[in-house]
């Protein structure tokens, strides 16, 4: 059934105050006549009784289909909202896309990086929503760096001291950016504390262990794995065994161990994660 369709089962506020109105006219009439005429039948006690009765079922019965309503327009809504904030998301990631899209070495860097983040929170048996809430922040984690010189982020040499201190500047950028939208304030989190290590040793906030949330110690491991399988403009993708090594070298260091071990596994079971499309 339609909301529509479910709009025209509705019945009106009116219409249930004249039923309640003639309820307490009936009862008031009834009472009146037992206490005015003794002994005289004008509205028997049955009839009372079940005009009382029907009326209170059928506003029962109805009231029900009204809260059937509601739901239904309820449901409705919360649909409406989803896909809006869907497409205020799609906009945005857009944005990145065509971002990193100017450059080829970074080209398709946030796909990747989000899809191998949504299968390792499966490995890890995390619940869909918390894996619908790692892709939007994966697909949005790099926003931030759309306020950086491209002079500095396609620098083909060694990045200075400055270049640094501009570079690091982009996760609270990105929360900046995605401040406005307030269905966003978990992925905020997890966009912001990205690029933090798991020894505490990271930035923005230096914070560590199991204070980073799980979702930001998971794009740490999937974006620098991205970051080592890539082609660079000053060397080739690294090779497996480096890239491995490297991870385990550094779990419990940079990264969450047991991330790491999931995502390692997850390397074993689908070999595709290495391809850069
Ligand atoms: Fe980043």
Redesign the pocket.
Known sequence: MTVEQKKKSHVSNTFKLWSVGIVFFLTFFHLYAVYAYPGVPIVSDKVLLATVLGLVVYLWIQELRDRERLQAINLALIKAQRQLERAEIDTIATLVLTEEAKDPYTRGHSKRVTRCAVETAEELGLAADECRMIERAGIL??IGKIGISDNILHKSGKLNEEDWIAIKK??RRGVEILEPLKFLSRENEIICH??ERFDGKGYPDGIKGEGIPLGARILAVT?TFDAMNSKRPYREPLTEDIIISELKNNSGSQFDPVVVGAFLKLLRKKPSLWEQD
Request: net charge negative.
């Open positions: 984690h790099d982009h996760p990205h690029h974006d």
